[in-house]
């Protein structure tokens, strides 16, 4: 495993019907981060622009769901030693350059994830973050609440997470694909009451400390 630069970092992209979309910025994603390694997981067996070099391709035979996805994602980076992760939604372009996110990550490097001003569509987190506080709750399937909840799990535990105008994509069309989505749509509901039975109440509004308020031994 060869060893990265502190500030280097993994893209990643899960997808699962938007490849439309992810066609459209790959591209340009290929110049911004020509050094970078990119892995894409398809979740929804689609067409994907490939690149020659520094290219990973999953395709699951079923969808992992989103906090599944970003666990292997991040797994991914650790594997070919990177301390840290950017993980992109399909339907967005962040219009940054390598260097940009490196000078960010520079800045915030205190940070065990960075996100952000409209929320997980576009974050950086830490690998040693991810080692200490473990995985995105993969119950929280197949999308929505996976981040709040672990935003949350690193407040108790005491971690840093920070939102930053810096990672918001120049292209955000989050609506587009809730819309035609019906099957993620009709999940918000599930995982919404799933999150108040963990946490007691929900984002913002939490009361218990350990999952399910069980007791620590």
């Known amino acids: 495993m060869e060893n990265k630069k502190k500030h280097e970092f993994l893209v990643g992209i899960p997808t ?4 439309d979309l992810l066609n459209e910025v790959l591209p340009k994603y290929y110049e911004d981060f020509y050094k970078n390694d990119i892995f894409i997981i398809d979740n929804g067996n689609q067409n994907i622009i490939e690149r020659k070099e520094k290219f990973h391709l999953l395709k699951p ?3 992992l769901g989103v906090a599944k996805s970003w666990n292997k994602i991040i797994e991914k980076g650790i594997e070919l030693g990177y301390q840290r992760v950017l993980i992109l939604n399909d339907d967005v372009y962040l219009g940054k350059h390598r260097k940009d996110v490196e000078a960010l990550i520079e800045k915030l490097y205190h940070a065990d994830i960075i996100h952000s001003t409209k929320n997980f569509c576009a974050f950086v987190i830490s690998t040693f973050a991810y080692q200490m506080y473990g995985k995105f709750d993969e119950n929280f399937f197949p999308a929505y609440f996976e981040d709040k909840d672990y935003m949350y799990r690193l407040k108790i535990e005491g971690g840093y997470c920070i939102e930053s105008e810096e990672l918001d994509p120049e ?12 099957e993620l749509n009709n999940d918000f509901g599930l995982n919404e009451r799933r999150y108040v039975s963990k946490w007691g109440g ?5 009361i218990f400390k350990t999952p399910y308020d069980e007791k620590k031994n």
Do not use: C, F, G
């Not at 699962?16 to 490849?19: E, G």
């Not at 929900?202 to 939490?206: K, Q, R, S, T, Y």
């Open 202 to 206: 929900l984002p913002n509004e939490e």
């Open 16 to 19: 699962i019907n938007r490849a």
């Open 61 to 63: 035979n079923k969808n």
């Open 171 to 182: 292209v955000y069309r989050n609506s587009m694909t809730i819309k035609k989505d019906i």
